[in-house]
């Protein structure tokens, strides 16, 4: 599997996303919905990788920089078919490697609350993320679980 920098030019990347958001639809209501489209991806203050094997790609995840100490896991998805192949976990150990080389003290994520989203909630917790009251421009929501990991 090769993780790589991500253009966001690729059509695959575009459609990953799409799925991406069409999935979160099926989860949570519009108005607990944070998922970023292609184009809030596209900013400055957010860095996006991909997953690939043999040309395929596999998932996708990014992080935006919410301030120079803190940033945020944002777009953590992987592909029906590669899941259960280590996808997110190399994505999840490629982002706070880079959190930690641009010196932030903390990488928090959104996700859902909702029974759909409980593989993710074991994924961050098994690489030491802990819930956390609501950070950046969030609020309490029922329909999110606040999560953070200090970097060290």
Not at 18 to 24: C, E, I, R, S, T
Not at 37 to 63: K, Q
Not at 93 to 106: D, H, K, L, Q, V
Request: aromatic share 8%; hydrophobic share 40%; with cysteine.
């Amino acid at each position: 599997m090769l993780i790589r920098l991500d253009d966001l030019r690729g059509p695959e990347i575009a459609d990953l996303l799409q799925v991406h958001l069409d999935f979160m639809a099926t989860l949570s209501p519009p108005e607990s919905r944070h998922a970023l489209d292609l184009e809030g991806i596209r900013t400055s203050d957010v860095t996006f990788w991909t997953a690939w094997g043999d040309g395929t790609l596999l998932g996708c995840g990014a992080l935006k920089e919410l301030t120079a100490e803190h940033g945020e896991i944002k777009s953590m998805h992987t592909a029906k078919a590669a899941r259960g192949q280590g996808v997110a976990a190399a994505i999840l150990e490629t982002i706070p490697a880079e959190a930690g080389e641009r010196n932030y003290r903390r990488l928090s994520l959104e996700t859902g609350s909702m029974a759909g989203f409980r593989p993710a909630h074991k994924l961050y917790e098994r690489y030491g993320f802990l819930d956390c009251p609501p950070f950046g421009e969030y609020v309490e929501d029922p329909n999110s679980v606040f999560m953070t990991l200090e970097i060290r």
